[in-house]
């Protein structure tokens, strides 16, 4: 199977400080990775470089059968929202719409009626177990279901890949879990890859597989617990 988005040999530096050093990644559809790593090993880095956001200094993304970090900032932002959806830690939806509007975004972003968008947009909240509060503004929700929105915010066009970091970083552990549950559920569902940032074994226990960051370069990939079992004995 081919991969959804690859990232080969992709190096990079912050000036004279080097990041990354030649890292091979690649997300086949549905499954979920854990992107693991200690706190400055590059995690956030090579998220920016798969996500276009950054360019690498070598090396080579791709996204979709199509070369993706050479194209113009412009053409990366147009793919990035129809093939991509992102989950942050709490805090990214705009708090002046309800629930169900944040989640329309994408789909009328990229041409969607608003008809349409909102049945959609209402469907995945359901599967996500929140269209209760779908018409509450982001204030008047608590953090895990607003953090539901968040999900469903970032699968309601049915990217091909989510990236999403530190997903449940600002939630109690229990809360955590259910959301985490969500994603996995609704991504595995639809087919969508997901590049699950994290530092935390409990979290990546939610992944298929788990990679780990370490000196600039990815060690494991090939099945799944190798990253978990060297963090576990800190190697
Ligand atoms: P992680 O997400 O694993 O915590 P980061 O990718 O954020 O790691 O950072 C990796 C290293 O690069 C760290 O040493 C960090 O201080 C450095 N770094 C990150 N962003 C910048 C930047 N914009 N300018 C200079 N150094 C940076």
């Known amino acids: 199977m081919s991969a959804v988005l690859e990232g080969r040999g992709l190096r990079h530096a912050y000036g004279a400080t080097?990041?990354?050093?030649?890292?091979?990644?690649?997300?086949?559809?549905?499954?979920?990775?854990?992107?693991?790593?200690?706190?400055?090993?590059?995690?956030?880095?090579?998220?920016?470089?798969?996500?276009?956001?950054?360019?690498?200094?070598?090396?080579?993304?791709?996204?979709?059968?199509?070369?993706?970090?050479?194209?113009?900032?412009?053409?990366?932002?147009?793919?990035?929202?129809?093939?991509?959806?992102?989950?942050?830690?709490?805090?990214?939806?705009?708090?002046?719409?309800?629930?169900?509007?944040?989640?329309?975004?994408?789909?009328?972003?990229?041409?969607?009626?608003?008809?349409?968008?909102?049945?959609?947009?209402?469907?995945?909240?359901?599967?996500?177990?929140?269209?209760?509060?779908?018409?509450?503004?982001?204030?008047?929700?608590?953090?895990?279901?607003?953090q539901r929105g968040a999900v469903a915010r970032a699968l309601v066009h049915r990217p091909p890949v989510v990236l999403a970091d530190e997903p449940t970083g600002s939630l109690d552990t229990t809360t955590g879990e259910l959301v985490l549950e969500a994603l996995v559920d609704a991504a595995t569902a639809q087919g969508t890859a997901v590049l699950l940032v994290t530092h935390e074994l409990r979290v990546a226990a939610w992944a298929h597989r788990d990679v780990l960051l370490r000196d600039g370069s990815v060690l494991g990939g090939a099945g799944s617990g190798v990253a978990v079992a060297a963090t576990a004995v800190g190697a």
């Open 18 to 146: 080097p990041v990354l050093g030649g890292v091979d990644l690649a997300l086949e559809p549905g499954e979920v990775v854990a992107l693991l790593g200690p706190s400055g090993s590059g995690k956030s880095t090579l998220l920016h470089l798969l996500a276009g956001l950054l360019r690498p200094d070598a090396g080579e993304v791709w996204l979709a059968g199509e070369r993706f970090d050479p194209l113009s900032e412009r053409r990366r932002s147009d793919l990035r929202l129809r093939q991509m959806g992102f989950v942050f830690q709490l805090g990214d939806l705009v708090p002046e719409l309800t629930i169900a509007e944040n989640v329309e975004l994408p789909l009328r972003l990229t041409g969607v009626r608003a008809t349409s968008a909102r049945a959609q947009a209402l469907a995945m909240l359901d599967r996500l177990g929140v269209s209760e509060h779908a018409h509450k503004r982001v204030s008047e929700v608590s953090g895990g279901q607003a």
